[in-house]
């Protein structure tokens, strides 16, 4: 995984809590994705952040789910009141730069935060 | 939206045997890469390829990025069972800022 470090590693919430996933990429990285899978299924993506800027969160839901990147510290995916479908595994990954035919455009994962809502 | 199609869906083949997946796109895509996940863990990057027509290997992986910019293919040679695992295919296009993901293949090992 290459260094991107995710926590909590599994998590359990309560239909109507709140759940943040933290996301401390590469060192040095300074794009940060969240992708989301459910059991037996592929890679769906979430969000692309760059430092204090989101991207793309095209594949975002509309309603309770939120990301940040701040200047300092972690990536934060943020599902407030959660529901029993938002249990999934959340990944986290990381590159140093977009655009360029080059390693600069590998993307390392986290190894997962496994959220299960009861 | 970008969509990715991987076949097969799922293998189960006898240790030692060679293995062979691909995945195909309506996009053409200036980046491959394919990813190998175990239960409960991330997806770990097997082989990047940058450019049409590029082959590289990893080992007895053996990946290459097709002439179209359109599919890759991943081979694995003498299977053995850790091999075990999904793997995973993922394109970006030369102006996307994500990757997109293929459904992935599900490989069952023999021994």
């Known amino acids: 995984n290459a260094g991107v470090m995710q926590n909590p590693r599994h998590l359990v919430r309560r239909r109507g809590q709140e759940a943040r996933l933290r996301c401390s990429p590469v060192k040095g990285h300074s794009h940060v994705y969240w992708y989301r899978q459910l059991p037996e299924e592929g890679l769906k993506f979430m969000v692309y952040l760059q430092k204090e800027n989101i991207i793309d969160e095209s594949g975002m839901p509309k309603e309770r789910f939120s990301a940040e990147f701040p200047k300092e510290g972690p990536s934060i995916l943020r599902i407030q009141q959660v529901v029993r479908g938002d249990s999934a595994a959340y990944f986290c990954?990381?590159?140093?730069?977009?655009?360029?035919?080059?390693?600069?455009?590998?993307?390392?994962f986290g190894e997962g935060s496994w959220l299960t809502v009861v | 939206g970008q969509q990715l199609n991987q076949s097969p869906q799922s293998m189960f083949i006898q240790e030692g045997e060679d293995v062979s997946m691909n995945c195909t796109s309506s996009s053409i895509f200036n980046t491959w890469l394919w990813y190998k996940q175990d239960p409960g863990e991330g997806p770990v990057l097997l082989i990047a390829l940058y450019k049409a027509g590029e082959l590289t290997s990893n080992g007895r992986l053996t990946a290459q990025f097709g002439i179209t910019r359109k599919d890759s293919f991943l081979n694995i040679s003498a299977s053995i069972p850790s091999d075990v695992g999904i793997y995973f295919c993922a394109g970006r296009t030369e102006y996307g800022n994500k990757l997109v993901f293929g459904a992935g293949t599900i490989l069952r090992v023999k021994s």
């Open positions: 990954a990381s590159s140093p730069m977009v655009g360029q035919r080059s390693s600069g455009n590998t993307i390392y």
